[in-house]
């Protein structure tokens, strides 16, 4: 009689039990998931998201500006001297009119997967010769990236250029 | 005034992130009326699938089997008229009260707001304090005290929400029903097993955590509601006539210089949408009403008039004449009339015997007999929709035709459909270039009755 009432309670109790179990083998799913995490991918998480995703916008917004503002550029680089020094040119094109009154432009040079050579620079303007820049830069050959940056008192544009230099 | 806060949401910060509201309690005059409401309507939710009405729960939204019950009149998957003008008023309904009252619903209730600050914000006040000591807890680091509150609060929440999920797919799996598969293995009924845990996540997503970003991002109505109202629309408002310039008084400054607004932030302390009311009509705003219990506490304190955040039209807290009889008051009242009335005609003369004649697809056109007559394979469609068996009955008044049906009259269970074959003799003679139209009349004992004109085939000679 006995286990028959206790039977009977344990089946009426059986939906509440499942949902608890449920929950519960999802938190120890949680967890390991997460230890997992922790311990082989502490990079997976992200402590910034919004900053990054915000500097990215910015990025974005640069290059879109250069479109917009319908800049050209024209990068040429010459030959290396003995100690890796390249004298770097920068001609910026631009289709709008008026011209815009650049306060400043800047070059960042990298290259994939090694960051000891990485280097910014702000490029010097030649003078009566609009829109050209130029800048001694230590570059080995390679690829290298270049990202110009146009300062302007509308805003900034960001131009990228890949070079392989011999 | 500054009119920076509409660059943002209240809830985001200038990173983007999400940022938390702890809205204080203050229980004011309107705060008690709101609690009986919500009480009432969480009592009427609950106890609803239990409560029956003519032998069937009163409202049971049987969507397997295609039938709908409410409070004993059953409604079928082909009542379609009777949804349209259901929803139709509805629609109508939420105008026009929009219109007169602003956003009356989601203040007092919308079952976001119900559920949130009467059942689930409670539980978490009960356990991790009031708005201070709650922001103060996650915050800290954890430890014992923190996980135990934590664990303890969503334990509970999850518990009301299994009661809020287990009775809400009562109203469509059957309370009775839903209790026998409680009693057995979820693997017997995996579907709705996994819709309460399904349901019981969502609760615990939108409860314990979405919360007032539903209100803000997502809820269809805050986005349309601003069309449905104007300046006489009722409203939760501040009355910036009144309480600007706000402030308290410097040292050797007259209080006459200033509004009543002593600037003391209670009301946008106690806001669940974490805004500020004194910036205006806000699409945030859900008319909950906390800022007029919050500021009116403060104004008794400090002997003043209440009211400097009240229930108001835009115009009279302008100081302008308020109009509760506007054209759009009457138009949307007119319709709404119009679809209760249609629905409550539909209702009064609804008939519960519903019968086609249908020529099947894979029949032949027409036989013919060996007495020389032609007979034409049809079956007769019948829906019985009452609570009663029912015998059909089919005639013709055209001469010299006979229908056979298997039983004549054919007897139908209450609340099925049957299909029966209705074979219709005739002779040649009366074909007209292979095609004879006839009426048929179909009746049942309750008094329905119903003509069908039918074209009958056979050979064109």
Request: some cysteine; glycine content about 6%.
């Amino acid at each position: 009689m006995n286990n028959s009432s206790t039977l009977s309670k344990f089946q009426y109790y059986k939906w509440p039990l499942a949902i608890v179990l449920f929950f519960i083998c999802l938190a120890i799913f949680h967890s390991f998931l997460l230890m997992t995490a922790f311990s082989k991918h502490p990079d997976a998480v992200d402590q910034a998201p919004y900053e990054k995703g915000i500097a990215y916008q910015q990025v974005i917004d640069k290059i879109e500006n250069a479109y917009v503002w319908g800049l050209k550029t024209e990068i040429s680089i010459s030959s290396a001297d003995p100690d890796n020094q390249r004298e770097v040119s920068v001609n910026i094109l631009e289709t709008k009119t008026p011209k815009l009154s650049i306060d400043k432009v800047t070059i960042r040079s990298f290259r994939a997967n090694d960051s000891s050579l990485d280097q910014e620079k702000e490029l010097n303007s030649v003078v009566g010769d609009y829109g050209n820049y130029r800048q001694i830069l230590n570059l080995p050959k390679g690829l290298w990236i270049f990202e110009i940056t146009i300062v302007t008192p509308q805003g900034e544009a960001l131009v990228k250029k890949q070079k392989f230099l011999s | 005034m500054t009119d920076t806060f509409r660059d943002t949401l209240y809830t985001i910060d200038h990173s983007g992130r999400r940022k938390w509201v702890y809205p204080s309690l203050v229980r004011g005059r309107l705060y008690w009326p709101r609690f009986v409401v919500a009480y009432i309507l969480m009592l009427v939710y609950l106890v609803m699938p239990w409560i029956k009405v003519a032998g069937q729960q009163a409202i049971f939204l049987n969507i397997v089997n295609r039938r709908f019950v409410f409070f004993g009149v059953e409604f079928w998957a082909t009542d379609t008229f009777y949804l349209f003008l259901v929803l139709g008023g509805l629609a109508i309904a939420l105008f026009f009260f929009t219109s007169l009252f602003g956003r009356l619903w989601c203040g007092w209730a919308c079952p976001e707001t119900v559920f949130l600050e009467f059942l689930f914000r409670p539980i978490e006040r009960a356990i991790e304090g009031n708005s201070a000591q709650r922001l103060r807890l996650d915050q800290q680091p954890w430890n014992f005290t923190k996980i135990w509150k934590k664990l303890l609060k969503h334990g509970l929440c999850a518990f009301f929400a299994w009661i809020l999920a287990s009775t809400f797919l009562a109203y469509f799996i059957g309370a009775e029903t839903l209790i026998q598969m409680m009693q057995g293995s979820p693997t017997d009924n995996l579907v709705p097993f996994s819709l309460t845990i399904i349901f019981m996540g969502l609760m615990g997503f939108q409860f314990g955590w979405f919360r007032e970003q539903f209100c803000t991002v997502l809820c269809p109505y805050a986005r349309f509601q601003s069309v449905l109202m104007d300046s006489n629309s009722l409203v939760v408002g501040y009355d910036s006539v009144r309480g600007e310039p706000r402030g308290k008084a410097k040292k050797g400054q007259s209080d006459q210089e200033l509004g009543d607004c002593v600037d003391c932030g209670l009301c946008v302390r106690v806001c669940p949408t974490g805004i500020d009311i004194r910036n205006g009509m806000q699409l945030e705003c859900i008319n909950c009403t906390a800022c007029i219990d919050a500021c009116d506490s403060i104004m008794q304190k400090l002997g003043r008039p209440l009211g400097l955040i009240r229930y108001d039209t835009e115009n009279g807290l302008n100081g302008e004449r308020r109009r509760i009889l506007r054209p759009r008051v009457f138009i949307y009242g007119f319709i709404l009339i119009a679809f209760l009335t249609a629905f409550a005609f539909k209702l009064n003369n609804r008939v519960l015997s519903e019968t086609q004649i249908i020529r099947g697809a894979r029949d032949v056109p027409y036989s013919a007999l060996a007495n020389g007559q032609i007979t034409n394979h049809l079956h007769l469609k019948i829906s019985n929709k009452s609570k009663q068996l029912r015998h059909y009955s089919v005639s013709t008044s055209e001469p010299g035709i006979s229908l056979l049906v298997p039983n004549s009259p054919y007897p139908v269970e209450p609340g099925l459909i049957v299909t029966t074959p209705l074979f219709v003799n005739f002779d040649k003679s009366k074909l007209n270039a292979g095609k004879l139209k006839i009426v048929i009349k179909i009746s049942d004992d309750s008094g329905y009755s119903e003509l069908r004109e039918v074209t009958l085939l056979g050979p064109d000679e």
